[in-house]
């Protein structure tokens, strides 16, 4: 099946400093890409929507000057953190849509734990 | 703009025993509907989805979930639990299959024991 990777698993940061995440789609081509975040105990909340070679789509509530989303490539897409701070310490999960053949199929990534001290 | 709703933040299950975990949803147009698992510190693992034909579908480890047009339900069960099915459970939503607008939406997550 479909895979999508995510580098790093886990990243620990110092206050102040930005952090880039990666996601792939391994297998696959992905137009459009999704960016979760998850809060200890509680339910993935999408950040965004990335489309390659377009600016991202961010939800209600959602910095894009801190969250930067770039897509520049039919498999990759990076979520950077810019001035991280303690209360951006989340679980980062990213998805990706397989647009080949009318396949509208998404899937999901492992997950990035960012810890921000 | 679509919605989803678990109302139980957590169930308990006697191992052995048949098992459900409740949803509900609200859409504008086609629901299409799923569930994910997951367990501590891990990402997602599909389950199932529904997306048209048999409203009873059956997934991965045992698990199958009926949609129910009228109740707006989609909810997940299970004939016979196990312990090692004790982990988060989402129900998941997208109504605009292929349009720009296609989002998947998470309900909160219910968690799910089972007790030896």
């Known amino acids: 099946g479909a895979v999508v990777s995510q580098h790093p698993s886990w990243v620990i940061c110092k206050s102040g400093t930005s952090v880039k995440i990666e996601c792939r789609s391994l297998?696959?081509?992905?137009?459009?890409m999704f960016w979760y975040r998850q809060f200890p105990k509680q339910s993935l909340m999408l950040m965004a929507t990335?489309?390659?070679?377009?600016?991202?789509?961010?939800e209600q509530g959602v910095e894009k000057d801190k969250f930067l989303i770039n897509h520049a490539s039919l498999t990759l897409s990076t979520l950077t953190v810019t001035s991280a701070h303690p209360e951006d310490s989340s679980f980062y999960i990213c998805?990706?849509?397989?647009?080949?053949?009318?396949?509208?199929?998404?899937?999901f990534g492992p997950g990035t734990r960012l810890t921000v001290t | 703009a679509q919605s989803v709703a678990q109302p139980e933040d957590q169930v308990n299950v006697a191992e052995g025993n048949p098992l459900t975990v409740k949803c509900t949803y609200s859409?504008?147009?086609?629901?299409?509907l799923f569930w994910y698992v997951q367990y501590p510190n891990r990402g997602l693992q599909f389950l199932l989805k529904?997306?048209?034909?048999?409203?009873l579908v059956k997934g991965s480890y045992g698990f199958e979930a009926e949609f129910n047009k009228s109740q707006t339900s989609f909810h997940l069960k299970k004939p016979s639990a196990l312990v090692s099915d004790s982990a988060l459970y989402f129900c998941?939503?997208?109504?605009?299959?292929?349009?720009?607008?296609?989002?998947?939406?998470f309900g909160k997550g219910t968690r799910l024991h089972i007790l030896p």
């Open positions: 297998d696959f081509q992905a137009t459009t």
């Open positions: 998805s990706a849509r397989d647009m080949g053949q009318g396949n509208y199929e998404q899937y």
């Open positions: 859409v504008s147009g086609n629901p299409y």
């Open positions: 990335s489309n390659e070679g377009s600016k991202a789509t961010y």
């Open positions: 998941a939503v997208r109504d605009k299959w292929g349009n720009r607008d296609d989002k998947i939406i």
């Open positions: 529904y997306i048209t034909g048999d409203n």
